[in-house]
């Protein structure tokens, strides 16, 4: 049976730059073990193979693999796959649309705008709010498995945390961009400062963006998934959501942070998180961003 498909870069308005995903419509008689085989034979950081919705009101089901394992959610799948289809519900004309996608973290509701016949911008609500789910091992730990110096562990407030908004991210702050892209992980030095993520994942991240109208500068870095480094990670940026509330402690009202990826891999990204703080506590998260087709074809797998 040929399955249609379609690659898209995202958190790019360009091509060739961004976090590169597969989309596999009709995946209706794959099993769990397909699904991965099809997941690896892409290689990109996730794959996505979309379903019949459970819910008549609801707009698809999403499965969202890694080369090497399922994830109950992840951002630029999310944000990719919700533009892939309102290019398609929408033919390629201009024009706003939402729905709800399910994936296995629950529901996720979507708001689309198409900018063009193969590009648009989405934004989804956050299914889980950020929670903090422990410490990291000290500084000394963390600096081995990063490749750095105990000196480069923390900046301002900003501490090293455990946070989850449905994928646990440990989130390292580091001084400055410099030692961002020197950082590099550390063969089993790093499966061991990270190992309380599960599967070994690092988002590190400095307050000095290439951009001054951005807020962080950030690399990815996710052995445990199969990904030795992302060029974006919505899921990781909706966990760090989680320490900007610990740590920058934003007033009430709304916020919008614009984190940079992906450049130390010549595939800049651009990632919008906005925040609603109500009495000190995070209400609502947003995560946005553009993406657009690179390619489409048949899957005979």
Do not use: W
């Amino acid at each position: 049976m040929s399955r249609r498909f379609y690659t898209l870069d995202v958190f790019t308005g360009e091509l060739l730059a961004g976090n590169p995903l597969a989309v596999v419509l009709d995946a209706q008689g794959l099993d769990d073990k397909r699904m991965q085989r099809i997941a690896a034979e892409f290689n990109l950081s996730e794959t996505v193979f979309i379903g019949p919705p459970s819910g008549p009101s609801h707009r698809a089901s999403l499965r969202i693999f890694t080369p090497g394992r399922e994830l109950p959610f992840a951002g630029h799948p999310t944000v990719g796959t919700a533009v892939l289809l309102g290019l398609l519900d929408k033919g390629g004309d201009a024009g706003e649309l939402s729905f709800d996608l399910e994936e296995k973290v629950g529901l996720v509701p979507c708001a689309v705008e198409v900018l063009g016949p193969e590009r648009g911008r989405a934004t989804f609500t956050l299914p889980r709010l950020p929670e903090r789910l422990g410490d990291l091992p000290d500084k000394a730990v963390l600096a081995r498995g990063l490749g750095l110096e105990p000196a480069d562990i923390g900046f301002g407030e900003h501490e090293p945390g455990l946070f989850s908004a449905g994928v646990p991210f440990a989130c390292v702050p580091l001084r400055s961009r410099y030692a961002v892209t020197r950082a590099s992980p550390q063969g089993e030095a790093f499966a061991a400062a990270f190992a309380a993520t599960g599967d070994p994942n690092a988002f590190i991240y400095c307050a000095e963006p290439l951009d001054p109208a951005n807020s962080f500068h950030a690399r990815m870095f996710a052995p445990g998934f199969g990904i030795a480094e992302d060029p974006a990670t919505g899921s990781a940026v909706a966990s760090f959501a989680g320490a900007i509330m610990q740590f920058d402690k934003p007033r009430d009202g709304h916020h919008v942070f614009g984190i940079e990826q992906g450049d130390a891999m010549g595939r800049p990204s651009r990632i919008t998180l906005r925040v609603d703080v109500a009495e000190g506590a995070l209400q609502r998260g947003r995560i946005g961003g553009e993406a657009v087709i690179v390619c489409d074809g048949l899957l005979r797998a």
